[in-house]
């Protein structure tokens, strides 16, 4: 019989589970994995997966916090229920009208409480087997805590190192796509780690990006190199947990050394979309001013007005990135570089670059 089609059975009770483990949550075997909390709750994190059905807005949520503090607790009790009792009557209504009694969801709220417990209760009297997670998301954020903050990196890191426009992030997915293990921070933070690097959707926040970071983490395969691109200690906003920055400035490193030429007529490509953004360009050189004289800032204004998108990439290496490169190659210089010479960065090179870089870091 499909599980979907199972007859409900009325009036049992949430079960409850206890994710110990942040690997433990791909193993879950849940329909749906429903958090309860406000939408500003669950815009600033959330457990992967989850789908958002608020049992209280925002603006429900500050009241009844509002009342509990200035009131009393009996009487924000009193007004919670009714709200959380209203919301899941129009969650009935619309977003769950159409699921057949063996649909199975696990919910959770902030710390496994009472909007979590109401809304499994009614489900459960429906007739659904439902599942509340121990803790909430409070018991998701300490095991994310626990993986980026306090548990060391378990295998080996390798970083992959090179100018701006050394194609850095594709040789990285083609090392993944070969079978290489790979922690990609620019995938995770939605940012390509410069001035320019914003991308659509903007970032997550810094709670979201470590969520991210944590479940990659959890699923490295201790007894085999790890490469990682190399980065500042932020990838645009966010920032690089502790522990694995220190890694990463320890580690040894494959350096692509690619010409200047080739670097800028590959950020030309690779730039292209968001070069093409009206006033984007202008916006983000506009930024550099207190970094270098009027004159050259003028220069770069008149390339970018120009379109000439590859002299624009080729002369902010020359004068910005390349500079700040050499100075960082210096404060975070560590035995056991190795330089691989790369003559141009086409798309049908990409494979063979990524190849040089397993060899040569030991994957």
């Known amino acids: 019989m499909n599980r979907n089609d199972a007859s409900p059975s009325a009036g049992r009770e949430p079960a409850t589970l206890l994710l ?31 789908i958002n059905l608020p049992v209280l807005s925002n603006e429900e949520r500050a009241r009844v916090g509002t009342i509990y503090k200035q009131v009393s607790a009996f009487d924000a009790r009193k007004i919670g229920a009714a709200l959380v009792a209203r919301n899941a009557a129009l969650h009935l209504e619309t977003a769950l009208s159409g699921l057949s009694g063996g649909w199975r969801p696990m919910v959770y709220c902030w710390r496994g409480g009472q909007r979590s417990g109401s809304f499994a209760s009614i489900l459960a009297q429906v007739g659904w087997r439902v599942t509340l997670l121990a803790g909430g998301y409070k018991s998701w954020r300490r095991l994310v805590v626990a993986e980026v903050q306090e548990t060391p990196l378990r295998p080996p890191v390798v970083v992959l190192d090179g100018n701006t426009g050394s194609a850095k992030t594709e040789v990285l997915a083609a090392v993944a796509a070969a079978g290489g293990q790979v922690i990609d921070l620019e995938g995770l933070a939605n940012h390509r780690g410069s001035l320019f690097g914003a991308m659509p959707g903007g970032q997550p926040s810094q709670k979201a990006f470590e969520g991210r970071l944590a479940r990659v983490l959890a699923r490295l395969d201790p007894a085999r190199p790890v490469l990682v ?6 990838v645009g906003d966010l920032i690089v947990p502790r522990k694995l920055w220190a890694a990463m400035c320890a580690a040894p490193r494959v350096r692509l050394a690619v010409p200047l030429e080739a670097r800028a007529e590959y950020l030309a490509r ?45 002369a902010l290496m020359h004068e910005h990135y390349d500079p700040r490169y050499g100075r960082q190659r210096i404060r975070h210089a560590v035995a056991g570089e190795v330089e691989l010479p790369v003559a141009r960065l086409y798309p049908e090179d990409l494979p063979g670059i990524a190849l040089r870089v397993m060899a040569a870091a030991g994957m």
């Open 20 to 50: 110990g483990t942040i690997a433990a949550l791909d193993a879950l075997d849940f329909d749906a994995i429903i958090d309860v909390r406000s939408p500003a709750e669950f815009a600033e994190d959330h457990v992967p997966g989850a």
């Open 229 to 234: 691109e190399a980065e500042s200690s932020r």
């Open 270 to 314: 690779a730039y292209a979309e968001a070069a093409a953004e009206p006033g984007r360009l202008v916006a983000t050189i506009n930024q550099m001013r207190r970094l270098h004289p009027a004159e050259t800032i003028a220069d770069w204004l008149a390339l970018a007005e120009a379109g000439a998108h590859a002299a624009l990439a080729r």
